[in-house]
């Protein structure tokens, strides 16, 4: 049988509900057992804290009321695992185990009722577990919240497990090897740890788009709340892109961009302009990280706006044509836009010493982007 070397995964900080990870028994560093499950399941009787920010007027009512619900069916679930759980007779060395059996059973029979804020809460309450320091609660609820991953990952197209697959799988090697996998078919394989893992067959033209998609609603923000699953993202749309069969110039890599974005083109000229080397790598390095032209938006006063926009200018310094600070530079963004004019370049049969510059910065974003995703 075929071995298929793929490395352990690692929870992105933003969870993705379509992204299946390793086994529950792998991820926690310290197994849950039965008395934490009775401290959590029989507390008492009072609202949960769940709902208390800091400033409770900058909360959305509708996110309360799911997060509220969600809270309750989370105390549902901890009280049905409870009960199963006191009609088991074991020892110490099989609660772990017990309690993930108990999650696989009792979320399997929910999973179709969850509430759009049950995986809200339980991210809430993993929080409250570890400013509490307590890593028994903690593992308890990363095992329910891992269970409800695994069941919603099923239910999900072969071509997003695919993503999801690719976000945990650190080495470049296990990507590519994964890639070849999915595009010959999938089937059933064994990791680098002797275990068997059912891997989907999928399109690499699905992945890489799916991938896209996601990094368009990412990006699309003014803020980014997770930029280690953005790279991750980056990363797995350009090497599907880049195992197709036409590379660069694929026509089937053509996602319909005709205007290039200002603020990646306006980073782009200062690039190229620059001598290749350990500077040039720092500037990516900073504006991938949020830094300086990748900066998030934040929220400013309308006379800041207005003093802001008098001085605005567009690509190479001419005049903003639509007036309006444009977004920051986005790390999936960047590349398109570096592929694109490279792509230009190559259609032109122009390609010199600019092709080579081009090739370099998009070389040394992805393996900056490949520094931060893992």
């Known amino acids: 049988m075929a071995i298929l070397g793929v490395s352990p995964a ?32 029989t507390a008492p009787k009072v609202p949960l804290p769940i709902a208390s920010p800091a400033d409770p007027s900058k909360w959305d009512p509708a996110e ?54 049950f995986l809200m809460a339980l991210d809430y309450m993993i929080q409250l577990a570890q400013k509490d320091a307590d890593d028994e609660r903690k593992s ?32 470049k090697e296990s990507r590519h090897e994964l890639l070849r996998r999915v595009a010959a078919g999938g089937g059933v394989f064994k990791n680098d740890k002797g275990l068997k893992c059912q891997i989907p067959g999928a399109n690499l033209n699905d992945i890489a788009n799916q ?23 980056v990363i797995v749309r350009e ?12 026509e089937r890599n053509d996602r319909g961009l005709t205007t290039l974005p200002e603020a990646e083109v306006n980073f782009l000229s200062k690039l190229v302009a620059l001598k290749p ?20 938006n934040i929220e400013q006063s309308s006379a800041d706006l207005q003093a802001e926009q008098e001085h605005l200018t567009g690509v190479s310094g001419r005049g903003s044509v639509s007036g309006r600070k444009p977004r920051p530079v986005r790390p999936g963004m960047f590349l398109e836009t570096v592929s694109k ?6 259609a032109s049969n122009t390609s ?23």
């Open 341 to 346: 004019v490279l792509g230009g370049v190559y």
């Open 64 to 117: 309360c009321d799911a997060l509220l619900r969600g809270g309750e069916q989370v105390a549902s679930v901890l009280q049905e695992m409870l009960t199963l759980m006191e009609d088991m007779e074991m020892d110490g060395a099989f609660e772990p185990v017990a309690v993930e059996l108990v999650a696989q059973g009792v979320i399997g029979k929910r999973v179709d009722e969850m509430e759009s804020g």
């Open 277 to 296: 080397g350990k500077a040039l790598e720092r500037m990516i390095r900073d504006v991938m990280n949020g830094k300086w032209e990748g900066a998030d």
């Open 352 to 374: 010199g010493i600019t092709a080579q510059h081009l090739e370099w910065v998009h070389q040394t974003t992805l393996k900056i982007l490949q520094e931060m995703a893992f």
């Open 10 to 41: 690692l929870s992105p900080a933003c969870a993705v509900v379509c992204f299946p990870c390793r086994p529950s028994s792998q991820l926690l560093p310290r197994p849950p057992s039965r008395s934490a499950l009775v401290r959590l399941a």
């Open 140 to 171: 308890l609820l990363e095992v329910i919240k891992q269970t409800v991953l695994d069941h919603l990952t099923k239910k999900c197209p072969p071509h997003v497990q695919v993503v999801g697959l690719l976000c945990q799988t650190e080495k």
């Open 211 to 233: 991938a896209d998609d996601l990094l368009e609603s990412m990006e699309s923000r003014d803020i980014i709340p997770d930029r280690k699953l953005l790279a991750r993202l």
């Open 239 to 250: 090497e599907a892109r880049n195992m197709m069969g036409g590379g660069l110039l694929d």
